[in-house]
C-alpha cells in the first residue's frame, strides 16, 4: 500500500467532504437529485412544510450526507491510490473548496451571532 502524506490525506478529507456537499446540497446538482426524491407535505407543530423525500436508493445516495460522503471518499481515495498525478489536481481544486466553505460557514454562523446579540442589545 502506497504512504500518503498528512497534508495529501487532509486534502483527501477536504475534497471528499466539498465533493459530498455539491452532491448533495448545493443548487447546482438539484437537477441531478430531482429524478430521484418527490416532495411530501409533513405536518409539523409550526404548521405544514414540503420535504423532499427519496423514491430509490440512489435517491438516498444523493440526499444522504452520510452515504454519499462515504462514496465520495472511497471514489477520491481510490482514484488517488490509482492515478495520483491526474487525481491530484482535482484533489486540490476541491479541497481549496473545501477549506473555504469550511471557513465561510464559520464566518457566517458568527456573523448572524454578532447581529443576534446586536439587535438583542437595542431592544434592551
Given at each position: 500500500?502506497?504512504?500518503?502524506?498528512?497534508?495529501?490525506?487532509?486534502?483527501?478529507?477536504?475534497?471528499?467532504?466539498?465533493?459530498?456537499?455539491?452532491?448533495?446540497?448545493?443548487?447546482?446538482?438539484?437537477?441531478?437529485?430531482k429524478?430521484?426524491?418527490?416532495?411530501?407535505?409533513?405536518?409539523?407543530?409550526?404548521?405544514?412544510?414540503t420535504?423532499?423525500?427519496?423514491?430509490?436508493?440512489?435517491?438516498y445516495?444523493?440526499?444522504?450526507?452520510?452515504?454519499?460522503?462515504?462514496?465520495?471518499a472511497?471514489?477520491?481515495?481510490?482514484?488517488?491510490?490509482?492515478?495520483?498525478?491526474?487525481?491530484?489536481?482535482?484533489?486540490?481544486?476541491f479541497?481549496?473548496?473545501?477549506?473555504?466553505?469550511?471557513?465561510?460557514?464559520?464566518?457566517?454562523?458568527?456573523?448572524?451571532?454578532?447581529?443576534?446579540?446586536?439587535?438583542?442589545?437595542?431592544?434592551?
Amino acid at each position: 500500500m502506497k504512504d500518503i502524506s498528512w497534508m495529501t490525506y487532509i486534502m483527501l478529507i477536504l475534497a471528499s467532504y466539498r465533493f459530498t456537499h455539491l452532491i448533495v446540497f448545493d443548487k447546482i446538482t438539484e437537477s441531478i437529485r430531482k429524478p430521484f426524491v418527490k416532495k411530501v407535505k409533513v405536518e409539523t407543530e409550526n404548521g405544514t412544510k414540503t420535504k423532499e423525500v427519496p423514491t430509490s436508493m440512489f435517491g438516498y445516495l444523493l440526499k444522504c450526507y452520510w452515504c454519499a460522503g462515504v462514496w465520495s471518499a472511497i471514489f477520491f481515495g481510490t482514484a488517488y491510490l490509482l492515478f495520483p498525478r491526474v487525481t491530484y489536481v482535482v484533489i486540490l481544486i476541491f479541497s481549496i473548496a473545501g477549506g473555504q466553505s469550511i471557513i465561510e460557514t464559520f464566518v457566517g454562523v458568527n456573523i448572524k451571532k454578532v447581529d443576534y446579540y446586536a439587535e438583542l442589545k437595542k431592544k434592551e
